[in-house]
């Protein structure tokens, strides 16, 4: 992991104060969300997608007021994370809704205002939403701590590391081994520019560990097919 990025982590739980996660489709927010929780030893994780209908949206934004609600009521209270992934597709009712129920609770009594911001609150956002309002308001009053999270062109040498684990990950799940990547292969990784970040990756190395045979090793031929058919961006 980039060393800013662990340190900013660090803070962040040191803090407790709500987090903010800054940066483009794909760099891994959601991984660094559930890393966060990690960190800080809480005990449930509540993820809310937005981007889904807006009937759906209306839902996830009354399950998380109520789910708060029902958190600064409880004595005493359980370490809990709640995670609003993508909050840039929520409208501006929805904010507004937000906003307001949130509003509320710093009326209740003189200690609300501290508890609300160490609620255990994550959300991310992508780096031009984050600028604009509703979203900027929101974030800046309940969403205290930034961290922005770089693409991944800007830490490549982290790239090694990241295929090693993804690899690592794809044999346990398919029970299936790969014996490594080619030099020539993983000098092609490094010198992509990765406009769907670590998720591209993510998804490059599977499909070249799927065509791989078993006890294999990654070829350069298939990194470079991968890379060229690899058009669409994905996000996680």
Not at 147 to 161: A, F, N, S, V, Y
Not at 208 to 232: M, P, W, Y
Request: hydrophobic letters at 40%; one cysteine or more.
């Amino acid at each position: 992991m980039d060393k800013v990025l662990n340190t900013a982590l660090g803070k962040a739980v040191a803090t407790g104060l709500n987090v903010a996660l800054i940066g483009e489709a794909g760099v891994g927010k959601g991984w660094t969300a559930r890393l966060l929780h990690s960190r800080r030893r809480a005990t449930n994780f509540y993820q809310y997608d937005c981007l889904t209908g807006e009937v759906e949206r209306w839902g996830l934004v009354v399950t998380l007021a109520n789910g708060l609600t029902k958190w600064l009521s409880t004595t005493p209270r359980l370490v809990e994370t709640r995670f609003i992934k993508d909050i840039h597709y929520l409208d501006r009712r929805q904010v507004a809704f937000l906003m307001d129920h949130l509003h509320a609770k710093l009326l209740e009594n003189r200690n609300t205002s501290s508890e609300i911001l160490r609620a255990g609150l994550i959300c991310s956002c992508e780096p031009e939403r984050a600028k604009c309002s509703p979203w900027r308001e929101i974030i800046m009053q309940f969403f205290p701590y930034e961290i922005t999270i770089p693409p991944l062109r800007e830490r490549m040498t982290d790239i090694p590391i990241l295929v090693s684990k993804f690899i690592s990950e794809w044999m346990r799940a398919n029970h299936k081994v790969i014996s490594g990547i080619e030099g020539e292969a993983l000098a092609m990784l490094e010198g992509y520019d990765w406009p769907g970040n670590i998720c591209e990756l993510k998804s490059i190395l599977g499909q070249a560990c799927t065509l791989t045979e078993n006890f294999g090793v990654i070829s350069i031929d298939l990194i470079k097919k991968r890379i060229k058919l690899h058009s669409t961006v994905t996000t996680c």
